[in-house]
């Protein structure tokens, strides 16, 4: 659909599913000192998304990169019930969307971008029909796309639910809880035009088992292609849509400014051609050691090797003893190389498996093993142990109880 204009608002919709449900974004009305807004709108779920940016702490050598979700009770019509009628601890659901909405957000910047970056998406209105974290997604790169922020996107997000041996974009709920299979599939449009998966999220529900138990078809790995095929389409759909809401802005308000910064990098290339030629070898035969101890026993090794052969020491310092940090970080660049050009070109993993090997899998389960818990069981995946204890609620006697108080 073309963009609208209301009330200084730029608005767009399209359709994002077969069924005809649209997703709109709108921008120019709210939070006008961010850096970036973008009200999101799927069914009657709104979130608003803002995104600001200032110049980065001195020493810093991360992105900080700030994701947020705020849940409100107003959002769905409900007064919190709490004795102080106040807002509690963003609940597990908001955690978790923070999380979603982080992973393909990270990686979307520029290498060596480090200036501070929050990200907050403030759910106004819940249908109690359709998800939000997918919103929390689109929004918040839709936010970016128009910010001036350097980005890589735009990003689109969808999540896909088997439902009645077919996969539906943007599930409701109740179509989600019916459904035997879900994932939740983000990506990129490539240079060629292409749609670039970055994220994939999958599970069952928890009607999968009844639903088998019914005659429903069981997912298959040719199930699941079929599923990352199809969210392509629906990916291309919200990119789409924030490409034009980016035109619609820059024809309303004039070219969008990207804001300058500085190139912070880890290490220089001098720096990783030193270290790459003093051990490449030497770390191309440690990765193939599948012990881990051993191997970081020996990785170890080499890394204070390399430190004192190009940095020096303190009596006699070397070629880059005022760089020893960077060339620390160039060896653990060089680690991560070496062990992936070794999957790509040889099939073998860190630990020697191939790529479609488990680890070894053990579990056991006791009755009696601890002395106060019913009983207990232990799985083992590889050098993993876990250990879980279940317990049951039970009348103690009285002598007992008068102890404990």
Known sequence: MPATQADGAIRVEGVVNDAGKTMSFETGRLAPMADGAAVVKIGDTTLLTTVVTDKPREGIDFFPLTVDVEERMYAAGKIPGSFFRREGRPGEQAILTCRLTDRPL???FPEG????????????????????????????????????????????????????????????????????????????????????IMM?????????????????????????????????????????LQLELRTAYEEECGPIETISYDVHRDYDDDVYAAVEEAA????????????KTAREERTHELEAQVVEKLAGTADS??????????????????????????????????????????????????????????NSGRTRCG???????RTARRRWPPSAARRCR
Request: aromatic letters at 4%; proline letters at 5%; one cysteine or more.
């Open 200 to 240: 994939v999220e999958a599970g069952g529900t928890e009607a999968t088992c009844e639903l088998y138990e019914q005659g429903a078809p069981k997912i298959t790995e040719e199930l699941i292609a079929d599923g990352l095929e199809a969210s392509k389409r629906w990916i291309g759909a919200s990119i789409d």
């Open 383 to 389: 050098s993993s142990p876990t250990c879980c204890r």
């Open 280 to 291: 490449r070898s030497d770390v191309e035969e440690a990765m193939k050691i599948a012990d």
């Open 113 to 196: 971008f480090r200036n501070e970056v929050q990200v907050i998406s403030t759910i106004l209105g819940a249908d109690l029909e359709n998800p939000h974290d997918i919103a929390s997604i689109n929004g918040a790169s839709a936010a970016l796309t128009v910010s001036g922020i350097p980005f890589n996107g735009p990003i689109g997000a969808v999540r896909l639910a088997h439902h009645h041996g077919e996969w539906i974009a943007h599930p409701t709920y109740q179509e989600g809880d019916e459904s035997t299979f879900e994932l939740v599939v983000a990506g990129r449009r490539t240079d060629a035009g292409e749609i670039a």
């Open 317 to 374: 310092p070397g070629k880059f003893a005022d760089r020893a940090g960077q060339i620390k970080k160039a060896f653990r660049s060089l680690q991560k190389d070496v062990v992936r050009k070794r999957i790509v070109n040889e099939g073998a993993r860190i630990d020697g498996r191939g790529p479609s090997d488990i680890r070894p899998l053990s579990a056991e389960v006791r009755s009696s093993q601890f002395s106060r818990a019913r």
């Open 106 to 108: 990270r990686p979307s």
